[in-house]
């Protein structure tokens, strides 16, 4: 059938993604080295990423809704590519200008392949009639939990990060391309026809505001695991790059298996109830990884850390999809606030780190989960009109 086809290709484009964001964060030490920056330094690199993906996810609706989720796919994901190879160029030079143009293009492309395969994942669920959005996103943590391991691997086996980065694009493109060819068949817009929303109408509704809250506290928590985790444990704790990797892999490991089985808890208990139990989880993982007892210790809190920062950006896209009219420029009006955490994350933690230490630093996070937790009401499913 179409629709099981459909659901196959939106759960590969997740992994693939996930995979070609996380095949260079698990080796962030390995980055930082080669380009030789600071804990500030490294904060500013990692702002390029998340300043282009800002700057491009409000164009990502309109182009999601004007041309289709397969074509704004395409789009960002060879941009992703093109980036994935200039920053390996950049690493492989030492040159901090070209790391930082590829971190730009990877930024932008993320963005349109973010909004897109999250129309189509809602689109997908809403015909299926069940909650599967969270298990698209397990996907994505599922290539998240291989990049991881693929890192490890390539760190104690001595490849150098530049080799690593171009493999990833190499088959980020291989396996992108042929896949979008079994998304459900888009309708554009007729000519002279108007939108059903606008992105200004959006940014005027609460609900969708607060949506974007829920995303962004929690992305805030994902995200600062995503680019420091590594890092926390490599400066924080004395380890190893390996170890470092292998902290960051169980994150993604329990936020893979809190994405794949969180459907059946939403269904049970609805949104909201399922979104306050994981604040409580990640602020006890948190808590865990900065109380400096052990590596032991702190590998049992990125676990806590990575269930309790799993649910709110599938939720939150779902919530923000729940009408399909208006589902696209609304999952980029979300998406624009929540994707604020990754701007402002890295260089706030950065500077913070370079007076603080990573491990105090981090605990800032705590804050992004309390705003998830407040905002936690609106992922409520909208009444049918």
Not at 343 to 356: D, E, S, Y
Request: hydrophobic share 55%; charged share 10%; proline share 5%.
């Amino acid at each position: 059938m179409t629709i099981e086809r459909s659901k196959v290709a939106v759960a590969a484009t997740f992994a693939t993604n996930g995979l070609a964001y996380a095949g260079w964060l698990a080796r962030a030490p390995a980055v930082r080295a080669d380009l030789h920056l600071s804990a500030a330094g490294f904060g500013l690199l990692l702002l390029c990423i998340s300043a282009a993906a800002i700057a491009s996810i409000p164009l990502a609706g309109p182009l999601v809704q004007r041309f289709g989720p397969a074509r704004a796919i395409l789009l960002g994901s060879t941009s992703m590519v093109i980036g994935l190879a200039g920053l390996g160029t950049g690493t492989l030079t030492g040159s901090v200008p070209v790391a930082a143009a590829g971190l730009v293009l990877v930024g932008a492309g993320n963005s349109a392949w973010d909004v897109a395969m999250n129309v189509e994942g809602a689109d997908v669920e809403r015909r299926l009639g069940r909650t599967i959005m969270p298990r698209f996103h397990a996907g994505f943590s599922l290539g998240t939990v291989l990049g991881a391991g693929a890192s490890a691997l390539a760190a104690a086996c001595g490849l150098p990060i530049w080799a690593q980065l171009y493999l990833t694009a190499a088959l980020a493109a291989s396996v992108t391309f042929p896949t979008v060819r079994m998304f459900l068949p888009h309708h554009p817009i007729p000519p002279g026809h108007r939108p059903a929303m606008s992105v200004g109408q959006a940014w005027r509704e609460p609900r969708t505001v607060l949506i974007g809250l829920i995303m962004l506290g929690f992305g805030f928590a994902e995200g600062t695991a995503n680019d420091w985790l590594a890092i926390s444990l490599v400066d924080g704790y004395g380890a190893s790059e390996t170890i470092g990797a292998v902290g960051y892999g169980s994150f993604v490991v329990a936020m893979t298996l809190s994405r794949l089985f969180g459907g059946y808890a939403i269904e049970r208990w609805g949104r909201v109830a399922v979104l306050r139990g994981t604040v409580a989880a990640g602020i006890t993982g948190l808590l865990l990884v900065v109380s400096g007892l052990g590596v032991p210790v702190a590998l049992l809190g990125g676990l806590l850390w990575g269930a309790g920062s799993s649910l709110g950006f599938p939720v939150g896209m779902s919530a923000a999809a729940d009408d399909p009219a208006r589902a696209a420029i609304r999952v980029s009006v979300a998406g624009s606030i929540g994707y604020g955490a990754f701007l402002a994350g890295p260089p706030l933690i950065g500077l913070l780190a370079q007076h603080l230490g990573v491990l105090n630093a981090i605990l800032c996070a705590l804050v992004a989960l309390a705003i998830g937790l407040f905002a936690s009401g609106a992922a409520r499913p909208l009444k049918p009109a």
